[in-house]
């Protein structure tokens, strides 16, 4: 193991793939805003998980401290990462896998890709990864002359859209049932004409498709929700099935998993398996639990690898307070309650990660600077913080970041920016009484000249509206209520 996995880099590494925004969050997010469907679509779906969910939890009457307990053991986690790894490497080796370290998404595709081609595959099938979207897996396969095809329904249905994926969970979660049989139509083979948009229709219709992928591709690659150090034991959890299938028909198993996903025991486990999924999809349990260690002679793949990824979690490890953010467990909750995220949906984050846990991971692992507009992208609600079933500060995190990124921007920039001026200008208005008295007055005559600022504050105000200025300020009310 290198030091690039023991928390010293002070920066993230280059290569980090599919994590930098194409644009500032403003910028989407009012593109996103003004598409009707779009909006309908985010309300409908995060309102009937936000309902499902709170109905589960409620049967719970020990969920607070499970969530205590899912905090403490990721804090345990973190504070001894690099010794976790290497108990879950030699516990995988041991049991016939074989591991591979990727410092950044560069190396992670070329370790992947290198393993298909050695098993002389031209596709793999994959199971839902957060990680080989961070990475850019499918890009490089392809570029590689090797077809990745998608096997869990929402992740297919992005795959064929050409579209991208806009929810941790749910990928499609923008697409309407009508959106989704116009992609079938178009771009799934063999598919019925006639085919309908009932929801059975289109699952029916997927299971065909890719019943044969099933049956006949030797290569698989995943992601992992856990991995038990003390046993090497590695764990997928899904609603579908096909991640079943995946794990146990291939004959080479390529799994490729954040450094933080470890965890130190098999105890350990059963308190995520509690949390994870009345969080996410708001089941009781998971209708599929697929765990493997190593290699079983005779059963399931023979070939089993495991790459390790850190593009750049060590950099986020470094940080005491930003940290938090790699407790995650890819529940999604934050999504499901920010009003920001059911607003805007997750292209607008233009990260693989979105919504609130996006706002404070992709940031830390880029640089701040790449994503700076993404800690800016919430209300600070404190919805989020709630609805986290491991206890992830996200509003503290954003402040954090927040208050990082203006430190890099002074660092870099001797020219104050037109913000900073205005900061400046307000605190040395504040201290100075008779100047903020003179301030408020002129606020008073506001509310005749109206609730549109000149420019070029103009710019705020013609999307939003300015809080009236109240007929008396407080000075006034109190100096008039003293002479009374």
């Not at 003004?34 to 679509?41: I, S, T, V, W």
């Not at 698989?220 to 299938?245: D, I, K």
């Not at 025991?265 to 969080?279: E, H, I, K, S």
């Not at 920010?338 to 880029?366: D, F």
């Amino acid at each position: 193991m290198t030091e690039t996995f023991l928390g010293l880099p002070a920066t993230a590494p280059a290569g980090v793939g599919n994590l930098r925004g194409d644009e500032p969050f403003p910028v989407a997010a009012r593109r996103a805003l003004a598409d009707a469907q779009l909006r309908r679509n985010l309300r409908h779906a995060t309102g009937t998980i936000r309902a499902k969910s709170a109905a589960v939890i409620g049967e719970v009457p020990d969920w607070a401290e499970l969530r205590a307990a899912g905090r403490a053991i990721k804090s345990d986690t973190m504070a001894r990462l690099p010794e976790l790894l290497e108990q879950l490497e030699a516990a995988v080796t041991a049991a016939g896998g074989t591991v591979h370290w990727a410092t950044d998404a560069v190396e992670a595709n070329r370790i992947v890709t290198d393993l298909v081609r050695a098993t002389g595959a031209d596709r793999v099938m994959k199971v839902k990864s957060m990680a080989t979207q961070e990475i850019g897996l499918n890009e490089a396969l392809e570029a590689a002359g090797i077809e990745p095809v998608e096997t869990d329904l929402a992740e297919l249905i992005v795959q064929l859209g050409r579209d991208r994926p806009s929810h941790i969970l749910v990928p499609a979660i923008h697409r309407n049932r009508a959106e989704i049989r116009e992609v079938f139509l178009r771009e799934m083979p063999g598919v019925d004409p006639a085919l309908t948009d009932e929801p059975a229709a289109l699952a029916a219709a997927a299971r065909r498709h890719l019943r044969e992928t099933f049956l006949s591709t030797k290569v698989a690659v995943s992601g992992a929700n856990f991995a038990v150090a003390e046993t090497g034991t590695l764990a997928v959890v899904e609603s579908e099935g096909n991640g079943r299938m995946c794990l146990t028909l291939p004959d080479t198993l390529i799994t490729v998993m954040g450094v933080e996903k470890v965890i130190p025991t098999w105890d350990d486990l059963g308190v995520f398996l509690q949390l994870l999924p009345r969080a996410s999809t708001g089941e009781r349990m998971n209708p599929y639990t697929s765990m493997w260690t190593g290699v079983t002679p005779g059963d399931g793949p023979q070939q089993v690898h495991l790459v390790l990824l850190d593009n750049g979690r060590s950099a986020v490890l470094a940080d005491e307070v930003g940290r938090q953010a790699l407790h995650c467990i890819r529940c999604s909750a934050c999504l499901n309650v920010c009003p920001v995220y059911e607003r805007t949906g997750g292209h607008a984050y233009g990260s693989v990660y979105p919504g609130p846990i996006g706002a404070v991971l992709s940031p830390q692992l880029t640089g701040v600077e790449e994503n700076a507009s993404l800690p800016y992208a919430s209300s600070l609600c404190g919805a989020c913080f709630d609805a986290c079933p491991v206890m992830i500060d996200i509003p503290s995190v954003l402040v954090h970041l927040r208050a990082r990124h203006v430190a890099e921007q002074r660092a870099a920039h001797r020219t104050p920016s037109a913000e900073a001026i205005a900061m400046a200008a307000a605190a040395y208005t504040m201290d100075h009484p008779r100047l903020y008295a003179a301030a408020q007055r002129a606020a008073g005559l506001g509310r005749v000249a109206g609730r549109a600022l000149p420019p070029p504050l103009s710019g705020w105000t013609a999307s939003r509206d300015v809080p009236a200025a109240p007929p008396q300020t407080f000075r006034q009310w109190w100096s008039q209520r003293s002479r009374s």
